[in-house]
């Protein structure tokens, strides 16, 4: 009866019960031997033992995808949100150092689309699979009267651990040290207000293939150029743009500042588009959008060749983007 009840008042804990359980293969799927499968019915438990990390530091992060779910939402198109969102989290906790652990998603809906919600929880399955991230739990949230029938939110939360002496924290950057851009795999998931602000409906549709592709993931790359290389300081090219983030690279050495050399790097044309769309400066769209560059870092010059054909080799385009002064 109050079940029933409930569903009346336009929540149905059966129907969310049947989509969730028919989903957990897939999630259990992501889990590592850490994640304790035996253990926990409200909370997930991970065994930070089996990391073999001798002394770790946990480092955390939490974000959504912003207004990009308007453009799901307007072209029905799902799948590559849930990797946005585990990019947008994973991206973060690397430029530590740190080794992404675990993740947790967040779903709020206003009425329960299983095939949806199937998409973007597969996409979340596959961000944290190319992250070898466990997905150790969530929650999706039936919410009528808060969300309108067919919108919803999302938020993530991860985890990562990295050994102590091993922390990237900008402190030993130097000048004449060389930054290196890592190709963004195109708008990511800042910046969408202003894109649904300069494009039409009709516009918007025309380009959802280049709005829609999901953020990159940098987690093997980063993290293979960590045991390499001599990485002095790591950006994620999000909130802000170049012209906040770039910043970002010195910012524990105040008397640095980062040079960039003009066209050094491929800007993708949706970028371009947009641009136009709406006569925005080039200032604005710098302080915006990563404009082509999702993650960038500094190392020694003497490295710069090494650290790109190893990003190449990964399947990530890169170049040296500026220098240290």
Same mark, same amino acid.
């Given at each position: ?19 969730? %359980? ?8 992501? =889990? ?7 253990? !926990?019915?409200?909370? +997930? ?51 530590? !150092? ?70 990237? *924290? +900008? ?29 039409? *409906? ?29 990485? =002095? ?5 999000? !909130? ?12 524990? %050495?105040? %008397? ?15 970028? %371009?588009?947009? $641009? ?15 404009? !082509? ?26 170049? $040296?983007?500026? $220098?240290?002064?």
């Amino acid at each position: 009866m109050a079940t029933s009840a409930y569903k009346k008042a336009g929540v149905d804990i059966q129907g969310a019960d049947t989509w969730l %359980k028919g989903m957990g293969r897939k999630v259990t799927a992501t =889990h590592s031997s850490a994640v304790m499968k035996d253990r !926990g019915h409200f909370a +997930g438990l991970f065994d930070l033992g089996k990391t073999k990390i001798k002394d770790p530091v946990l480092v955390s992060s939490t974000d959504g995808v912003g207004t990009k779910l308007k453009i799901a939402e307007l072209t029905n198109k799902h799948s590559g949100l849930g990797i946005d969102l585990v990019a947008m989290n994973v991206n973060d906790i690397i430029t530590t !150092g740190a080794k992404p652990l675990f993740f947790l998603d967040y779903i709020a809906v206003g009425k329960l689309k299983p095939q949806v919600m199937s998409q973007v929880l597969q996409g979340v399955i596959d961000g944290c699979t190319e992250s070898e991230c466990s997905l150790l739990g969530g929650e999706t949230a039936e919410m009528p009267g808060v969300y309108a029938p067919g919108s919803y939110d999302l938020a993530g939360f991860c985890v990562g651990a990295v050994e102590r002496k091993n922390i990237i *924290d +900008g402190k030993k950057v130097k000048a004449k040290d060389a930054v290196i851009g890592i190709a963004s795999s195109g708008v990511h998931s800042n910046g969408y207000s202003l894109v649904r602000h300069v494009f039409t *409906d009709k516009e918007l549709k025309k380009h959802q293939k280049s709005l829609l592709m999901p953020t990159r993931i940098y987690v093997k790359p980063v993290l293979k150029l960590l045991k390499k290389f001599s990485v =002095h300081s790591l950006s994620h090219i999000t !909130g802000g743009g170049l012209t906040k983030r770039i910043p970002s690279l010195v910012q524990e %050495k105040p %008397k640095l500042k980062v040079e960039l050399i003009e066209e050094s790097w491929v800007v993708p044309t949706i970028f %371009k588009h947009i $641009q136009a769309a709406g006569s925005v400066s080039d200032t604005d769209m710098a302080t915006t959008f990563n404009m !082509g560059v999702g993650m960038a870092l500094t190392l020694p010059q003497k490295e710069v060749a090494a650290a790109i054909r190893l990003l190449e080799r990964e399947g990530f385009q890169a170049w $040296q983007i500026g $220098q240290v002064l």
